[in-house]
């Protein structure tokens, strides 16, 4: 069966550094996959979305990359923020057609001032 | 606050009852989603609409759960009989439809919190 994980439940980093967050898949190949950031208590908010075809996406201090030899995501903050502290979700659909996501369990990221 | 709001926000029931989740999507979006979230975990996906359409259930979604957009618009999402394994966050989300094989974001909804004792 399809499976996600995401390598880590948490993840400490010192405020300045280049955060770097995993997202593996098995057992299917997804055409797309999007990345969110929950805070507690809150529903998740959409960060980016990345296609098969792609490399790489970049949005202000994020980048997403997807490796489809590997199965895998890594979404990176750079200079991170004390602000950028979050769960951070990998959210790929689970097949072909189908406009639902299929959520890791998340990493839960803390920059430390 | 991504437009998508759900009422009520906590909800504390006892073994046994009903309860009623409401969600009004973005206004222009037609596709609305149900998700289950418990503590340190992703959410689950429940259930999908495509304007009053439902058109994904999952399997996780027992007879004890029913979800309606009737009018396209905002949507309902029951549980009967609750159970204290139904403790947990009902995420609602919505987003527009681009045409076949688009994907886009998902917008979501602050939640509604069940605690069921």
């Known amino acids: 069966s399809q499976k996600i994980e995401q390598n880590s439940e948490a993840l400490n980093i010192q405020e300045g550094k280049t955060a770097t967050l995993t997202c593996n898949y098995t057992?299917?190949?997804?055409?797309?996959l999007q990345w969110y950031r929950q805070d507690p208590g809150r529903g998740p908010v959409f960060l980016l979305l990345?296609?098969?075809?792609?490399k790489e996406k970049r949005k202000e201090r994020l980048k997403v990359t997807f490796d489809t030899t590997l199965k895998q995501s890594l979404f990176h903050i750079t200079a991170s923020q004390p602000a950028d502290s979050a769960t951070y979700l990998c959210?790929?659909?689970?097949?072909?057609?189908?406009?639902?996501?299929?959520f890791g369990k998340g990493t839960k990221l803390s920059v430390i001032p | 606050d991504t437009g998508v709001s759900q009422d009520p926000r906590h909800k504390i029931t006892k073994r046994g009852q009903n309860v009623t989740f409401r969600c009004d999507p973005i206004?222009?979006?037609?596709?609305l989603y149900w998700y289950r979230q418990t503590l340190g975990q992703g959410p689950e996906f429940l259930t999908y609409?495509?304007?009053?359409?439902?058109?994904?259930k999952s399997r996780l979604l027992s007879d004890r759960f029913s979800a309606e957009r009737p009018k396209g618009s905002f949507s309902t999402l029951e549980i009967q009989r609750t159970e204290q394994g139904d403790s947990a966050m009902y995420l609602c989300?919505?987003?527009?439809?681009?045409?076949?094989?688009?994907?886009?974001?998902?917008?979501f909804g602050p939640g509604t919190r069940l605690t069921v004792l």
């Open positions: 989300a919505s987003s527009p439809h681009l045409g076949a094989g688009a994907y886009n974001e998902q917008f």
């Open positions: 057992n299917y190949s997804p055409a797309y």
């Open positions: 990345i296609r098969e075809n792609e």
């Open positions: 959210a790929p659909p689970p097949g072909a057609g189908s406009y639902q996501l299929t």
């Open positions: 206004s222009e979006h037609n596709r």
């Open positions: 609409f495509q304007n009053e359409a439902q058109l994904e």
